[in-house]
């Protein structure tokens, strides 16, 4: 059974940068495309960027283009979100979750437990 843990999250100022790690274990990695998600208090929960299997493909939504990127070492079965010019609409607990297929298909059978992020002066 795959399971995903997360990391990286923390707070940090309006302007400012963090990177969130998520790590997979015990199952297949490499193969699955893979997505990262936010959920902030009182608002459903969002897709924030996704990412093919190979990493040739991905996929941003629009208000986090230009300042966030998704990334993947499939050596290391990690996928990143490397966030910048943070916002304090940014803030939210980010999940990452696993595709059941190599291509976006938003169709993810595996969640990591979140991780907090908080954007604030």
């Known amino acids: 059974q795959v399971q995903l843990v997360e990391s990286g999250g923390g707070l940090v100022q309006p302007g400012g940068s963090l990177r969130l790690s998520c790590t997979a274990s015990?199952?297949?990695?490499?193969?699955?495309?893979m997505g990262w998600f936010r959920q902030a208090p009182g608002k459903e929960r969002e897709t924030v960027a996704a990412i093919s299997s190979d990493g040739r493909s991905t996929y941003y939504k629009d208000s986090v283009k230009g300042r966030f990127i998704i990334s993947r070492d499939n050596a290391v079965n990690t996928v990143a979100l490397q966030m910048n010019s943070l916002k304090p609409d940014d803030t939210a607990v980010y999940y990452c979750?696993?595709?059941?297929?190599?291509?976006?298909?938003?169709?993810?059978?595996?969640w990591g437990q979140g991780t907090q992020v908080t954007v604030s002066s």
């Open positions: 979750a696993r595709d059941r297929a190599r291509a976006y298909s938003g169709d993810y059978d595996v």
């Open positions: 015990g199952g297949i990695f490499a193969t699955h495309a």
